[in-house]
């Protein structure tokens, strides 16, 4: 009786998992152009326009009749391993977009047909629409304060203190889990580059982040002024960043082993004060 | 695949392990069920490992805490350049304490024969794990600052799917390997409370701090 109990659990559960598998597997594959254009927004359009003109990455507008598809596939898929392996038309791209490389998004052969089918349809040819930012004013005074944390997202999000330095911070400065952002507005043209990659955060770190917190559009121009404010500056030196940190960090210390110390002077004297008085 | 394991699979073993066996070492060897105290043994040294790391231990532990129960308290606490810096500073201050004060407890066992004597394995183990997680801490504390602020939007969101019971661990997936680590070895030190004396952290005493004091006299003098 209690083995064809056990038997028929195994049973269960392991159809239930198997039908699990099963339905994780055949979610309907997306190969729509609208899914594509969600996917584009979703991914690319911190980057790239269609239509639109270049942002840090190249207007996308005809880019499937540009390229073969073997290589858009490619490219989508494996960025970083093409470069790495030295695809000359890759090579070529990075050098003309001031070696800011194509990030992995790690998209799905599913996504990757939805990103093409958009890309290839007539009608994804837009007309520019102007960034987001354009319109706003930023404040680098505000950016600062949004970077550091002192005034907290609107939607919630990390401060970029947390995991990012640059220049226009004093010491201690700023993270150092990310990239320092110093030379941030050359690398991703100028404010109005900024602006979209901060509108579309798509670095594969920051997305799980941002991507249910995204950032305001006048946080987006306030934070592009305040990375815009280091251009030109060096990045901080790591050492100075350092051994500022490691004096407060071992100043704390001291003064806790301060601490320590005249709290067990104190208990010696009590305790001989109790034996003495026996 | 191997993320699933370390990350949802080995958190929620460590946890159900501790538990269920918390409870079953209470049923079967409740006399066991302290820091099983040497220092009757040897008490000067002890004194100096003991209140340094607990005290260090607890604010930092705490602190943990705090932050994955009230990030957005935690966000604004240290929201703001100077007090970013002070804080942090502070807790890594209390965490070289704790390195220093763990480094001590082991010190105390391997060079006092008496308290070398009643050292079991589990012992050991548990001193060098405590010592790993504490140096690990600092070091990525101060590698990785400022911890104290991206840990709200990684670690936190991390254990609190694990709370809910819908596992998300993209947001922990992508950090560096010392800090995913410290993460683990966090929960093989959950993993370890049946099995030595952490288990007196769940006796917390904190009847000690409304208790009337107690003091020890000897008949004799000591040796």
Known sequence: MLIRWLTATLLVTGLLLLGTAYWVQAAPPGQSAEEGEALFQQYCAGCHTVGGGDLSGPDLLGVADRRDRDWLEHWLAEPDTMIA??????????????????????????????????????????????????????????????????????????????????????????????????????????????????????????????????????????????????????????????????????????????????WHRRLPRAGRRLSARR | MADIVLFVVFPYAAV??????????????????????SQLLENGMLSWASVAWHYSIVVILLAHLLAALFPGVWAALLGGGARLALIEATGMGLGLIAVLSMALFIWRRLANRRVRAVTSWGDWVLLVALLAQVVMGFIVAFAYRWGGMWYLHTAAPWLESLVRLDPQIAAVTPLPWLVKLHFLGGFVLVALIPFTRLVHIVTIPIAYLWRPYRIVIWNRRRA
């Open chain 1, 85 to 262: 392996e030295g695809d000359p038309i890759a090579l070529q791209l990075l050098a003309q977009y001031n070696n800011v490389p194509m990030p992995n998004q790690h998209l799905s052969l599913s996504e990757i047909d939805a990103l093409l089918a958009y890309l290839g349809a007539p009608e994804s040819a837009h007309p520019a629409e102007p960034a987001q930012g354009a319109a706003l004013a930023g404040n680098a005074e505000a950016g600062k304060d949004l970077f550091t944390g002192a005034q907290a997202f609107a939607n919630g999000g990390t401060a970029c203190i947390a995991c990012h330095d640059t220049a226009a911070l004093g010491a201690p400065g700023g993270g150092l889990l990310g990239p320092d952002l110093t030379q941030a507005a050359q690398r991703y043209g100028g404010e109005a580059g900024l602006t979209g990659v901060l509108g579309t955060i798509a670095f594969p770190s920051m997305v799980p982040i941002y991507q249910n917190r995204p950032l305001a559009p006048q946080e987006q121009v306030d934070l592009a002024a305040f990375l815009a404010s280091s251009a030109g500056e060096a990045a901080p030196s790591r050492g100075v960043r350092h051994a500022t940190l490691y004096l407060l960090a071992f100043g704390a210390m001291d003064v806790f082993l301060v601490g320590l110390f005249i």
């Open chain 2, 16 to 37: 159900i392990v501790a538990v269920v066996m918390s409870v079953y070492r209470y049923l079967d060897q409740r006399f066991t069920y302290s820091s099983l105290s």
